[in-house]
């Protein structure tokens, strides 16, 4: 099958591009010609602080190739706000028997909408839906989203909550339902020593991901004389000085280290084997990439029971589940989890990390499941 990627692929930063490159190559391994229309820029300056793009050279020393392997061809030319590049590409991808696109942010909207349009009617349309409106609301999203993914022919999802809420918004459209693998593969290496208990929120700093709730967890879990430090590491989604400040407010500066910037690939394995558990405390959410990336590892999460965070970890058995979204319940979930660290360290390193069932679904060569 001729395939057409619409969305990005690294050297562009964040999830979504590391997520792509997963689903491409094994679309490639299944045999598939694939072709990749790249964002060359995705988004508003505005909208993503800090670099877009990798700006260090490709190479064993970053762990970065500089092609996705086996692609038929890469094209790094969409930009927002440019409509030429998107008629082009959807153009190109004329001759294609299957058009993939990612759906994360309506900021994409209108270019995904004239591709579609450019693109014409043979090929089929498969959509891997992440979130069905952006974490941060905006007037006319739902209307947006709705124009844009009538127009597939099957939609891919990693948790059933999200597609639940899918199906409610389209409800003729098949949507099928596969664990999310992690985007890229962490050395596993034995648990640190402790105490100090070394605990890890890791990503993209926003709101909705409740690093307040992540502060204030440790504040009270120091209050509990559990001796726990915490490392923060990832971009910022904005002014660093404002967290620090609530640190050490808080009276948390000896327990609490803001590390600031997007972290390569190539330092992951370090990072998580410095670290005991994983912390998701988010306060809302459809599926979280850090929970398969810290399982690979051999690290357990501990999540806020929101959205499909509650089938990525499997409570008690490679993480635990926060009763309430709030510092005494994450809290309890630390230390349930720190009694049982081994056991649930070896449970989430023998999670699959394989992305053959991914690609079977999104190329429609898997059965369906109903939302």
């Known amino acids: 099958m001729r395939i057409t990627w619409i969305g990005p692929v690294p050297p562009q930063r964040g999830g979504i591009a590391q997520h792509g490159a997963r689903l491409i190559e094994a679309m490639v391994a299944a045999g598939h010609e694939v072709h990749v229309e790249g964002w060359a820029s995705p988004y508003p300056r505005r909208l993503y602080p800090g670099d877009q793009l990798d700006l260090e050279p490709p190479g064993p020393a970053t762990g970065r190739p500089d092609h996705l392997v086996g692609t038929a061809g890469i094209r790094r030319s969409l930009r927002w706000w440019n409509p030429f590049t998107w008629w082009a590409a959807g153009r190109r991808a004329r001759s294609s028997d299957l058009i993939v696109f990612p759906w994360w942010s309506t900021v994409q909207g209108p270019a995904m909408r004239t591709v579609l349009a450019a693109a014409g009617r043979r090929p089929e349309v498969a959509v891997m839906v992440h979130n069905v409106v952006p974490h941060e609301r905006h007037r006319g999203d739902l209307r947006l989203t709705k124009a844009v993914l009538r127009h597939g022919d099957r939609a891919v999802v990693h948790t059933s909550p999200l597609a639940h809420e899918l199906g409610a918004l389209l409800p003729d459209l098949p949507i099928t339902t596969v664990p999310h693998p992690p985007n890229v593969i962490v050395a596993q290496h034995e648990l640190p020593s402790g105490p100090p208990w070394q605990l890890l ?120 589940v926060a009763t309430t979204v709030t510092a005494q319940g994450v ?27 991914v690609a079977q679904a999104t190329t429609g060569m898997a059965s369906q499941q109903p939302a």
Request: hydrophobic letters at 40%.
């Open 201 to 320: 929120v890791f990503g993209h700093v926003r709101d909705y991901k409740g690093l307040d709730l992540a502060l204030e967890t440790v504040a009270e879990l120091r209050r509990r004389q559990v001796p726990v430090e915490l490392t923060v590491a990832g971009q910022f989604w904005g002014p660093v000085d404002e967290w620090q400040e609530l640190v050490e407010v808080s009276g948390l500066g000896g327990a609490v280290t803001l590390r600031p910037g997007y972290v390569d690939d190539a330092d992951l394995d370090e990072l998580f084997a410095s670290h005991h558990l994983v912390l998701s405390p988010y306060r809302a959410a459809t599926t979280s990439g850090v929970i398969p990336l810290a399982a690979s590892a051999g690290r357990a999460s501990v999540v806020t029971p929101v959205g499909g965070l509650v089938e990525q970890v499997r409570d008690g058995i490679d993480g635990t």
């Open 331 to 357: 809290a309890d979930a630390v230390e349930r989890a720190l009694g049982s660290l081994t056991s649930l360290a070896q449970s989430a390193g023998s999670i699959p990390t394989g992305w053959s069932e």
